[in-house]
């Protein structure tokens, strides 16, 4: 079965940024991709030439086999967009609100307040349909966002940031209605800088830097890419001059793949390459403790712990940006 969106060596600058560059992946249908990268990766600007805000100076992006640039209307028709900051008009109530939606998208007159009242009972919004949505919380409108982007029966629906802003119980409100959405066949690729959200929706990850695409994989795949475990090292915080650097050397004889340092960290980490987690039948942190113990360096933590989608990232892009959410 052809992928519901293709995107093959996508580039689009800016003046002197390069915002996407070469961007290749697909979504199969009924699928769960998260793109996920930092503040500039670049997944915003993607979005807009996917939903055909945009075009590319190069590249191809396909949905449901449709040229986005070649036949952009026939492309709006399989995608639905719910974005970070609501399109949502105030004065209106839930239901008027997918009906002026439902016109919009050329939904036959007929079905629009039936389709508009099952999607407002899709998104346990019933309660609500003929309150104002200034009165909706958080978490409601984001959830009419959603039921306005599915007005017209996408196959794919593109979302930026679904879970911003809302509070914990919101969120995971949120997630399960993303994961049906994906049980009843709808494909969706989700922009986040968030890793839990990637973790607890994604079928498979893209990995994005700079306008880059670093990796893309499940998120299992992705972790368990980097090995086993992560050893990790952190200096006292009065350490004394040269201690950086006698730590470093000793890292040097771990095997593995060395772990980009957050921002003005003491710690230092490699991911351990798979087969090689001891030395000599010891693991690899009592020789760290020893050795650094005869070397006079001071370590407030010794650690060995399991990666996780944020190291995956942080190690496929060497990325030194701080991404914590
Ligand atoms: P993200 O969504 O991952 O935060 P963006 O796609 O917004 O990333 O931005 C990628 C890069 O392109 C950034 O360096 C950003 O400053 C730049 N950029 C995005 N849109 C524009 C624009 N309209 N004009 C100039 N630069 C832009």
Redesign the pocket.
């Known amino acids: 079965m052809a992928p519901i969106l293709q995107i093959e060596a996508a580039k689009k600058s800016?003046?002197d940024?390069q915002?996407l560059d070469g961007v290749g992946f697909s979504v199969a249908a009924k699928e769960v991709v998260a793109l996920l990268?930092?503040?500039?990766?670049?997944?915003?600007?993607?979005i807009r030439c996917i939903t055909t805000l945009e075009r590319l100076d190069s590249g191809n992006i396909r949905v449901n086999e449709v040229d986005v640039e070649k036949d952009p209307r026939a492309a709006r028709e399989h995608l639905g967009y719910a974005g970070q900051e609501s399109a949502l008009d105030k004065v209106l109530t839930g239901l008027e609100f997918l009906r002026f939606q439902g016109g919009l998208v050329h939904l036959p007159k007929h079905e629009i307040v039936d389709r508009g009242r099952h999607l407002l009972e899709r998104f346990g919004l019933t309660d609500a349909a003929d309150r104002a949505i200034e009165g909706y919380s958080g978490g409601m409108k984001r959830r009419l966002d959603l039921a306005a982007a599915m007005m017209h029966r996408p196959k794919l629906l593109i979302l930026d940031e679904p879970s911003s802003g809302l509070d914990y119980e919101a969120r995971r409100e949120l997630w399960q209605m993303l994961l049906e959405l994906r049980e009843e066949g709808t494909a969706l690729l989700l922009?986040t800088h968030d890793f839990e959200e990637a973790d607890v929706l994604a079928d498979r990850a893209v990995l994005?830097s700079h306008?880059k695409v670093a990796g893309v994989d499940t998120p299992d795949a992705l972790r368990s890419g980097l090995g086993s475990w992560i050893l990790s090292g952190m200096l006292h915080e009065h350490r004394v001059d040269g201690d950086r650097e006698r730590l470093r050397d000793l890292f040097t004889e771990v095997p593995g793949v060395e772990m980009p340092p957050a921002p003005k960290s003491s710690e230092f980490a490699k991911a351990i390459t798979p087969g090689r987690e001891d030395i000599d039948g010891r693991p690899w942190s009592e020789w760290l403790r020893q050795h650094a113990q005869e070397k006079g360096v001071e370590l407030v933590s010794v650690g060995m712990r399991r990666p996780t989608l944020q190291d995956a990232y942080l190690a496929a892009t060497q990325s030194t940006v701080e991404v914590v959410v």
Do not use: Q, W
């Not at 990268?37 to 993607?46: E, R, V």
């Open positions: 800016y003046d940024i915002a990268g930092p503040n500039g990766a670049g997944k915003s600007t993607l922009a994005m306008g």
